[in-house]
């Protein structure tokens, strides 16, 4: 069988593609956020499981799932779906929007909305399992389809491979994924090497020494530092890494006080950084802390400060040859797919299931944005709302039929007789 036959293999599956655009609407109905995924990973379950064919595995790493179709000998090809969704407020007007709101970690009640396509990831691999498992007379090999929680924060696969993931299933040969971003529906992409950035978050907590708004001289004041510290960080990307390397440092929360009169004992600020490379990654660790060790001594604050990693995603790096085989197939049957798409600063931790076993990945970028949206934006500038937005949207059709195509292409590449 040639690559392009793939193709041809591919045209003449019947599908019927109007149950998943129903239950694409019920995930975006139902959202629920990290490690709480558990109605999510139900109804997942049982969707594979009326499939009739899948060997199923739930409860892995949280509620983590997989499904292994063992279907002759061959390789075994992983694909991978992310399930939980983020605490925003949904504002799409979509007659499908969501109203759920979820009590987060800390116990507080939060609007819960899927902003970043994993409702999408879910409906397109059920849907791509239903067609491998419709097309099995033409493949051999084992197929794993697996459902993985906790993405947005960046603990679900490794939570999963810490869980006896691959005590559980069989090691794959090769690891497969994607995502849908802010990009032209029915467009796709991917790139040999590093495609997503690196991502880590810490919290950095300063401390000061408290004291009435009238008398500053009594105090330390933790603000005052905290300010200088957020724009002195603004200088560690323009200043200390190369401009040819990818680096992106944002402070995203700065928190400190109650009331206006009092000069308060601490502040924290929420940090965010990025990078492809790992010696960029540890060179901006270094400056941070430099940095704000540097400006509590200037401040002369009590105590020193205290860093607490809170998130931490590894790069994303597509194997070389396996992005090749994956781009041959693309190339034979999508209009509109770039092998050569430009890397973005978004992060995943997908390629966890891989790197942990040294297995080789590829992932891939897929388009969502209504087509008419996007070409009139490109003429008149607009802004169009992308991942992790409140007015995130993307058009079912056909963002749902090239991703079901393209986990499928991926995977017959490997599992073709």
Same mark, same amino acid.
């Given at each position: 069988?040639?690559?392009?036959?793939?193709?041809?293999?591919?045209?003449?599956?019947?599908?019927?593609?109007?149950?998943?655009?129903?239950l694409?609407?019920y /995930?975006?109905?139902?959202?629920?956020l990290?490690?709480?995924?558990?109605s999510?990973?139900? %109804?997942?379950?049982?969707?594979?499981?009326?499939?009739?064919?899948?060997?199923?595995?739930?409860n892995?790493?949280?509620?983590?799932?997989?499904?292994? &179709?063992?279907?002759?000998?061959? %390789?075994?090809?992983?694909?991978?779906?992310?399930?939980?969704?983020? #605490?925003?407020?949904?504002?799409?007007?979509? =007659?499908?929007?969501?109203?759920?709101?979820?009590?987060?970690?800390?116990? *507080?009640?939060r609007? +819960?909305?899927?902003?970043?396509?994993?409702?999408?990831?879910m409906?397109?691999?059920?849907?791509?399992?239903?067609?491998?498992?419709?097309?099995?007379? $033409?493949?051999?090999? @084992?197929?794993?389809?697996? &459902?993985?929680?906790?993405?947005?924060?960046?603990?679900?696969?490794?939570?999963?491979?810490?869980?006896?993931?691959?005590?559980?299933?069989?090691?794959?040969?090769?690891?497969?994924?994607?995502?849908?971003?802010?990009?032209?529906?029915?467009?796709?992409?991917?790139? #040999?090497? @590093?495609?997503m950035a690196?991502?880590?978050?810490? %919290?950095?907590?300063?401390y000061?020494?408290?004291?009435?708004?009238?008398?500053?001289?009594?105090?330390v004041? #933790?603000?005052?530092?905290?300010?200088?510290?957020?724009?002195?960080?603004?200088? *560690?990307?323009?200043?200390?890494i190369?401009?040819?390397?990818?680096?992106?440092?944002?402070?995203?929360?700065?928190?400190?006080?109650?009331?206006?009169?009092i000069?308060?004992? %601490?502040?924290?600020?929420?940090v965010?950084?990025?990078?492809?490379?790992?010696?960029?990654?540890?060179?901006?660790?270094?400056?941070?802390?430099? +940095?704000?060790?540097?400006?509590?001594?200037a401040?002369?604050?009590?105590? =020193?400060p205290?860093?607490?990693p809170?998130?931490?995603?590894?790069? @994303?790096?597509?194997?070389?040859?396996? $992005?090749?085989?994956v781009?041959?197939?693309?190339?034979?049957? /999508?209009?509109?797919?770039?092998?050569?798409?430009?890397?973005?600063?978004?992060?995943?931790? &997908?390629?966890?299931?891989?790197?942990c076993?040294?297995?080789?990945?590829? &992932?891939?970028?897929?388009?969502?944005?209504?087509?008419?949206?996007?070409?009139?934006?490109?003429? @008149?500038?607009?802004?169009?709302?992308?991942?992790h937005?409140?007015?995130?949207? =993307?058009? *079912?059709? #056909?963002?749902?039929?090239?991703?079901v195509?393209?986990?499928?292409?991926?995977?017959?590449?490997?599992?073709k007789k």
């Open positions: 069988m040639t690559e392009t036959s793939l193709s041809d293999l591919l045209k003449t599956v019947s599908l019927d593609l109007a149950p998943y655009e129903d694409y609407k /995930f975006h109905l139902h959202p629920e990290s490690r709480q995924e558990k999510t990973s139900e %109804k997942v379950t049982a969707h594979l499981a009326q499939l009739k064919v899948f060997d199923i595995h739930t892995i790493g949280g509620y983590g799932l997989t499904g292994i &179709f063992k279907n002759g000998p061959g %390789k075994t090809v992983l694909l991978r779906a992310d399930m939980d969704a983020l #605490p925003v407020k949904e504002l799409t007007g979509l =007659p499908y929007a969501s109203s759920v709101t979820m009590c987060d970690a800390d116990g *507080i009640e609007p +819960v909305m899927h902003a970043c396509g994993h409702d999408m990831h409906t397109c691999l059920l849907a791509a399992a239903e067609a491998l498992v419709k097309m099995r007379e $033409a493949w051999s090999g @084992t197929l794993i389809a697996l &459902f993985q929680p906790d993405e947005e924060r960046g603990g679900g696969a490794q939570a999963m491979v810490d869980d006896g993931l691959y005590s559980r299933i069989p090691v794959p040969d090769y690891v497969l994924g994607q995502h849908v971003m802010r990009m032209r529906a029915g467009s796709i992409g991917s790139r #040999p090497g @590093t495609i690196a991502a880590d978050s810490m %919290k950095i907590t300063v000061g020494r408290g004291g009435h708004g009238s008398l500053p001289h009594q105090t004041d #933790p603000v005052l530092l905290a300010a200088h510290i957020v724009v002195r960080l603004q200088s *560690i990307v323009s200043r200390e190369d401009p040819s390397d990818l680096a992106v440092l944002t402070v995203g929360s700065l928190q400190a006080g109650q009331t206006e009169n000069i308060a004992d %601490k502040a924290e600020l929420g965010d950084f990025r990078s492809a490379k790992l010696e960029t990654r540890e060179k901006l660790v270094a400056a941070i802390k430099r +940095v704000v060790e540097a400006e509590c001594a401040s002369g604050s009590p105590k =020193p205290v860093f607490t809170t998130r931490r995603f590894p790069p @994303t790096t597509n194997d070389k040859d396996l $992005a090749s085989q781009a041959a197939s693309f190339t034979s049957h /999508f209009d509109n797919f770039d092998g050569d798409i430009p890397r973005t600063n978004v992060s995943e931790d &997908f390629s966890t299931l891989a790197t076993r040294g297995l080789p990945s590829c &992932f891939w970028l897929t388009g969502c944005i209504d087509p008419e949206i996007w070409d009139k934006a490109q003429s @008149t500038g607009e802004e169009i709302p992308g991942n937005s409140a007015y995130f949207a =993307p058009v *079912i059709q #056909p963002t749902m039929k090239v991703g195509n393209a986990l499928c292409l991926a995977a017959l590449t490997f599992l």
